[in-house]
């Protein structure tokens, strides 16, 4: 293993939505980091800075600054840098739902490949000459396609993004592999499965479900069900990210997963029999309002029309960063469920904020000044 690279100032992008938000907890809460850490963010409808609210009262100005930025705005990037020291970059910012994608794949591009490639041409240029500096970029497992019933993606897997998603991240980490090979930039990628966990926006499988059956609503499964993903708890890609900037080695790609294959299907009945076991469906007002007459929130499952060209399993081989980097995911998928199952139940304000576009006046009230 590698020698630690120390790390003192840390530009985040993307920090306000699920896993930037996570990571910037896990930075101030969970890790060793002493630093500070620059979080810029455009605010989509996936970004709240309520997720942070309680990190920008602790460290506000001090260890933590926040900017309100699109990272395709050249300008407003570069100054960034030339106010601060960065010296390691960490890139969540894009736009991240697959569905989205499919009705409205513009953004994805604007955002995830240009985006991504106009911070690169400002960090090039910042970074020029300079050494014990770092660009790591995020990305997901989808670039590589879909898997038939064996054999799990590798780092050297060859790309065969299916969505408008999966292709704008194909794209944008080819643009990273790009800059170390012809620009000597130092960097590091890595491929993860698919996280769940606390402040995930209410429009994926996991958040989307939970929140729906505890509300009585139908629990809508694409296809046959069958379709199999990968899931990791979101601070297990936390710790992984964490690794991989300390210790990864520049130019180098890190598969992240869970080694947690599940079917959608299977995914849905434990969300139901969390549920069930966390607050039983006799004792919930929702359903009781609505005088359904399920007996168990199974029956609220669904089955819908598919997903266009929706890709039929992803699995990760996460070897390299096991064995190099001595990563391990901790969170195992019962308990990481009930954990996020609590959460989103005890955060029924932060939902109705995000669901309705609420916190968006709370974005003005408090954050105007910054
Ligand atoms: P998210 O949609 O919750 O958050 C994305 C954040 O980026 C939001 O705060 C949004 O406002 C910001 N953003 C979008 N475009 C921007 C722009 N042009 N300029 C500045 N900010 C911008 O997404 P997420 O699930 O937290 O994913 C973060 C990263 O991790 C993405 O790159 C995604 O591809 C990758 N990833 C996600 C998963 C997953 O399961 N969610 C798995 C693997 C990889
Ligand atoms: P999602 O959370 O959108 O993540 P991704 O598409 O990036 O894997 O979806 C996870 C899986 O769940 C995917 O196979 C699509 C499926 N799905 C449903 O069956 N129903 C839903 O309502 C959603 C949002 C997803």
């Given at each position: 293993m590698s020698k630690k690279r120390k790390i003192k100032h840390i530009l985040v992008t993307g920090g306000c939505g699920f896993i930037g938000s996570n990571f910037i907890h896990y930075l101030f809460e969970k890790s060793d980091f002493r630093g500070t850490v620059v979080n810029v963010d455009?605010?989509?409808?996936?970004?709240?800075p309520e997720n942070l609210h309680d990190i920008a009262l602790r460290y506000g100005n001090k260890r933590y600054f926040y900017k309100k930025t699109d990272i395709s705005d050249h300008t407003s990037m570069q100054g960034i840098f030339e106010k601060y020291p960065i010296d390691t970059v960490i890139h969540f910012a894009a736009e991240s739902h697959v569905d989205r994608s499919i009705f409205g794949p513009s953004d994805f591009i604007q955002s995830n490949i240009l985006g991504t490639f106009t911070l690169l041409e400002v960090v090039r240029k910042a970074w020029a000459?300079?050494?014990h500096v770092l660009f790591h970029h995020i990305s997901t497992d989808e670039v590589y396609g879909s898997l038939g019933d064996t054999g799990h993606f590798q780092e050297t897997t060859a790309y065969n993004p299916r969505s408008p998603y999966s292709a704008s991240k194909a794209a944008s980490d080819h643009l990273v592999k790009a800059y170390f090979h012809t620009?000597?930039?130092p960097i590091t990628l890595s491929n993860c499965s698919n996280n769940y966990g606390?402040?995930?926006?209410?429009?994926?499988l996991i958040p989307l479900l939970t929140l729906n059956a505890w509300k009585g609503k139908p629990l809508p499964i694409y296809g046959d069900g069958q379709n199999i993903r990968d899931w990791l708890y979101v601070e297990d890609h936390c710790s992984a990210i964490w690794t991989i900037i300390h210790q990864g080695q520049s130019g180098e790609t890190y598969n992240i997963g869970g080694d947690c294959e599940m079917t959608n299907l299977q995914v849905v009945e434990k969300i139901c029999e969390t549920l069930e076991t966390l607050y039983p469906l006799k004792t919930n007002l929702h359903v009781k309002l609505l005088k359904?007459?399920?007996?168990?929130?199974?029956?609220l499952i669904t089955f819908v029309a598919d997903r266009p060209g929706h890709d039929r399993r992803y699995a990760i081989d996460f070897k390299k960063i096991r064995t190099e980097l001595k990563w391990e995911p901790r969170v195992n998928f019962d308990s990481g469920l009930e954990k996020t199952i609590q959460w989103y139940l005890k955060n029924e304000e932060w939902i109705n904020n995000i669901i309705s576009g609420e916190y968006r006046n709370w974005i003005e009230k408090n954050y105007r000044t910054r």
């Open positions: 455009k605010l989509t409808y996936a970004g709240n000459g300079k050494k620009y000597s930039l606390p402040c995930q926006f209410p429009e994926k359904s007459k399920i007996q168990n929130y199974k029956d």
